[in-house]
Structure formats: C-alpha cells, structure tokens
C-alpha cells in the first residue's frame, strides 16, 4: 500500500535572500594583496589581472551599458588601533581604447620614452577615491543602469533623492571626469603589456582621512608584485614644503621618497641626467659643516646657534649636512612616537622609583639655585647629581625632566640658551 499526499494549493516561490559579507570577512587592507599567495606563477599581467577580478572583485559597470568601460570594485577592511573601524573602496576600471572617447595613444608612454612600445587594446585603472561617493550621484547611477537593461534611452526621477533628468551620455561623462580626476587617493593606469603609470598619490595632506601616503604606496606596491607588473614610471611633481625639503629625503637616504619602493631616477626636466642627479646628491651630502660653525671673532648667527645646539644633543659627533638631517629626522620621529604605558611597575631599563628618585634630586638643586643663579644648564644639572644614577639614567631623567612637578607646585621649564646654545633648566 502506497500513501500519497496531494495539496492543489500551488508552491511558494522561493523567497531571495541577500547574503551580505561582515567586516570581519573582508580582506585587511594592510596584508592584501599578499604576494606570497599568487598562484599564477610566471603568468603576464593581462592574465594575472584577470584572474585577480574573478577572485577578489565584483562587477558593477557590466558591458550592457557601456561597451568600453567595465567597472569592478574591491572592498577592503581597514583597522586601525587610533581609529574605527572602517573600509577602504578599490574600483577597477577596464577600458577598450578601439571603443573609448580618449585618444588609443598614450601621453603617458610618451614622456617617459615607451612610444615605441605597441598600442594595447585595453589599459586598466586602479582607483582608491579621496572621499565617498555622493548618494545623490549613486542613487541616480543605479536607476540608470536599470533603466539601461530595460532598453530605455534615458530616464527622469520625480522622487525626492533625485528630480533631474540623467541620460547615458552624463553618466558616461561623469566616468570619464573620474579617470581625470587628480584628487584619488591612487590613481594607476597600466597597459595590458605589464607597462603602467603611477598618476596620483595624496595622503593625509592631500585629503586623505584614514591612510597616509606610505600605506597607500605600500598597497600599491604589494598590487604591482601580485599582478607580475612589469615597469611603472611616476612624474614627482609634489610642491610639499618647497624644493629645500623635497631635497631632504635624497640628501639623507640617497634616493627619493619613491626610491623606498625601487624607484630609480629615470629622466630629469631641462636635459638633467642620472649622472648629474647623482653628483649633486653626492655633493649636498657631503658638505661639511666646519666652514659654517668658523666665525672667527665675529658673534654668532642664528644658523651657527641652532647647528651647535643640535650637535650639543647628538651623543655622535655631526661632521657633514647628511649627519645633521639624519639627527634632525631621527628626534622627529622619536618625537611622534606614542608613550608606551607600563604595565608593571619596570620602565626601560630602571623602575619608576629610581626615575622618580632622581629627578626629585634634579628638582632639589633647581629650587636651591631658584634664588641665586635661575637657570641651570644642563651640563651642571648633570654633573651635581652625577652620584645618584648610572650616565644613561640621568640623561633619560633630562629628557623627561621638563613639565615636572615640583612639592611646592611649581613645574620645571626648559630652555635652549641663545648664546651657549646649551639647554638650561629652571
């Protein structure tokens, strides 16, 4: 015997669920891509980035509605311990030049000196915007595209969000104005053949609200490896701080900013070769500071004040400008370094009694000498107290002695001393 069931009530449609991916399973921003993952092997990049979109991107411009361009975006997780946690938007944008409104020819290929290299077909764009994307520009640009599979020339919105008429042509305008844009984050264009050009970096100061300039060339730098790159030129146009500071990073390292990434000096404007790039490095880093610290029975200028200052800081001695900028970018970054909170009663190499032992010593000599001399110089300061701690001990204490404060309320200053130069305590 065979039992059946029969229902004439037709069945439910399924009912479609959006699966939507936390941020705990977006890919850290920090780490991707890793090169150490590729898995393509000695592929090209025209098929290495290929096989990057299908793993990692989504399409959002598909090629119904603009032959020529196809768009795909990454989303990435940012975590920062000073900041929320956020996402950062990597948009890829493949472009047909057969099909494109700009020129097959590239300007770019040109200044550099790759003219003779043959036109490629496609040329892909790497984006990461300065800002989000305005939600009257994304509400009116998905209503268009859906309008667009509906085979509808141009469309009209009487809701609130958006009461102007968008036609594909302002849209396919607008994409166009993106790949112009020089207020990215990053912008990177590079030809099929594995031959690309840097366009646009801004960090903090040029906009940026999460990343600096550093962990986005990072980024970028970790993109070219995994996508087998072959070559990127970049035009240093940067104004930041004038030319004197553009100079300080080659005078103390040797190379420019981008050289920290294998940059090397490829053309110079106004006939400028590598040689002559070179040679003047060589000459700024060498120059000695002896003939500026002479000033003979003359009083001494501020220049000469501010070198011996910095030399009465240095535990080595400052021969050369290169050993001066060297020092000078070391206290900066010692400067922004954030305090470490201790978690147990150990600091460094001394406990905090010992530390606190000492400058209570320190501070007893600068109220003895309160009524009498005023400010003490650092050199005294250190040699009335040189009984109590190790060398090493006292100078930690010094650096740390100013903004102390005293059992009788008062805080210890510290000054540079215009004439000796020496930091004077009080």
Known sequence: MVFGFNDERPLKRAKKRRLSRTAEDLPDFFAFPNPADQTTGSQPFRDNVKSFL??????????????????WRVTLRLEDP?????VVILDVVEEDVTGSR?????????????????????????????????????ACSSMLLQQQEEYKPYTHFSESRCKTAITTDDVEDWLYLQLEDNTHLLHAVVHSNGFGH????????????????????????????????????VMDVSKKYGMEYRLLHSITKGHSWYGEWGYDFGAGSYALTQEAYRQAIDTLSSFYLSPVLFSGRGP??????????????????????????????????????KPECATSDVLCLWTIDEVERVQQAMIKVLTAAAGKAGWVSRRALKGSVWRAASVEL???????LPGKLAINGMVVRARCNPYSSDVEYR
């Open 300 to 337: 001494r200028t501020r220049l000469q004040s501010v070198i011996a200052f910095y030399q009465s800081l240095s535990v080595d001695e400052l021969v050369t400008i290169k050993d001066l900028f060297l020092f000078l970018l070391n206290l900066i970054r010692e400067t922004r370094k």
């Open 102 to 138: 700009r020129s097959v020819y590239c300007d770019h290929c040109r200044v550099v000196g790759w003219s003779g290299h043959p036109v490629c077909r496609k040329r892909y764009h790497f984006i990461i915007r300065g800002g989000s994307e305005n939600a009257r520009e994304k």
């Open 54 to 71: 299908s793993c990692h991107a989504r399409l959002t411009l598909p090629p119904s509605v603009f032959p020529s361009l196809l768009a």
């Open 82 to 86: 000073d900041l929320s946690p956020s």
């Open 394 to 400: 006292l100078d930690y204490c010094l650096k740390h």
């Open 198 to 233: 840097l366009l646009t970096l801004n960090g903090r100061q040029g906009g940026s609200k999460l990343l600096s300039g550093r962990q986005v060339m990072d980024f970028w730098d970790r993109l070219c490896q995994t996508l087998a790159v072959r070559k990127v030129s």
